[in-house]
């Protein structure tokens, strides 16, 4: 992880009003390496106190206008325990403390599942550019635990670059194969099961604050990833009901930086 003082080092040697004009004429992979060190310079703010909760609600606001895959919730999520490729139990409960990044697929998907598994993890990949790597968990759900055996879905999350400091991969077991299709149905949505081993099924990304409650589905895949990342951003340093913005002016900067 960089220190903050790294942050701030790069930062100020490509000012950050150069940043909007040049993104236009950037290759994507130094598009994104801005976009990483800006939310570089957010965290330090927002990490230096200012700003907190104010900024949740704004993003939101926000979000809701431009965004319109995204959709805001403030629910408590539905709970699961359920294991990872390595045996491990893993409930939703025991992440509290981290914002989740939560979605389903199954690894025998011939069209959108991979896509999904690496939309998640290009975001992992921003996120993990910041201080956020410490505050948050990505966790794949298979809806198909007959076939997506542990070997499977170490495999799968190597072929399709998740990076496991972060990430589980987990499954009901092979004794429970309907549980978790039972559970993307608490989610309010469906895998559903056709004779040959495909599954009818949408596209959701959920987000669950550190208070394990559910507060946004991204849905399909056409979302800007920034915004997510912005959204992830944002609960990391939200806390529930304090605060006001001292640095509104500076807020809006840094949010200019990532209109879409
Ligand atoms: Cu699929």
Redesign the pocket.
Known sequence: MRSPNALIAIVGVAPVSAVPLSIPALGEDLMRILVALGLGVFLLLTNANEAAAHSLQSLENQLRDREKYFQSLDREAPDFILQDADGRTVGLSALRGKVVVLHF??TN?P???PLHAERIAEIQAMTNQTPMRELVRFVTITTDPKNDTPEVMRTYGRDHGLDPVNWAFLTSGPQRITATRELVERFGHKFTQEGDGY?V?GVVTHVIDMEGRWRANFHGLQFQSTNLVLFINALTNDIHGAGKSKSQGMWNKIQGMFKQ
């Open positions: 697929i199954y998907c069209d959108i599942c599954q099924h």
